[in-house]
């Protein structure tokens, strides 16, 4: 059965660094998802429209998860109302892209994480820290938990 692992970190280096180690010991980066909020959101726009800049040159405009873009699908910018404009990679991209799903609760949610959980992760997320999830079989569980701790997550949950 499949799991969602999450983990939140303080740095965007750290949730990338995790996702290199993950991809380094064999396991799928493909469903690998994460949020983080864009520190400079004139460069993509005012944040009262859906904007989904997909990216295919290695970065992601304002340079939130670049170094992400080439490791994970569906990386770019998302603006979501209240929150702003968010720096997204993976699957999570296109869960949260309608106002209709709900946002980043909605795409979580979509993932199997509770809804209380996901409005935790968002508060995450709109305080600046990054929002790390991977979806994995039971028996990767300790072994995803374990590179998302050993490189700087300072909460990692199973959902």
Same mark, same amino acid.
């Given at each position: ?56 040159? !290695? $970065?992601? @405009? &304002? /340079?939130?998860? #670049? %170094? *992400?873009?080439?490791?994970? =699908? ?23 892209? !309608? $106002?209709? @799903? &709900? /946002?980043?609760? #909605? %795409? *979580?949610?979509?993932?199997? =994480? ?31 938990? #374990?590179? *998302? ?11």
């Amino acid at each position: 059965m499949s799991v969602t692992v999450v983990g939140v970190f303080d740095r965007v280096d750290f949730a990338e660094k995790a996702a290199r180690e993950i991809k380094e010991r064999g396991l799928r980066t493909d469903d690998i998802s994460i949020l983080a909020k864009n520190s400079d959101e004139n460069e993509v726009g005012d944040g009262g429209g859906m904007v989904n800049d997909n990216i295919s040159n !290695g $970065a992601v @405009t &304002g /340079g939130v998860i #670049g %170094g *992400l873009a080439g490791l994970l =699908i569906g990386a770019g910018m998302v603006a979501i109302p209240g929150l702003g404009i968010i720096a997204a990679a993976g699957p999570i991209t296109g869960l949260i892209g !309608g $106002a209709a @799903t &709900g /946002g980043i609760v #909605g %795409g *979580l949610v979509d993932m199997g =994480i509770p809804e209380k959980e996901g409005k935790r992760y968002e508060s995450d997320v709109k305080s600046g820290k990054i929002v790390f999830t991977m979806r994995t079989e039971e028996d990767k569980v300790d072994s995803v938990s #374990g590179i *998302l701790k050993a490189n700087g997550a300072e909460r990692v949950e199973t959902h």
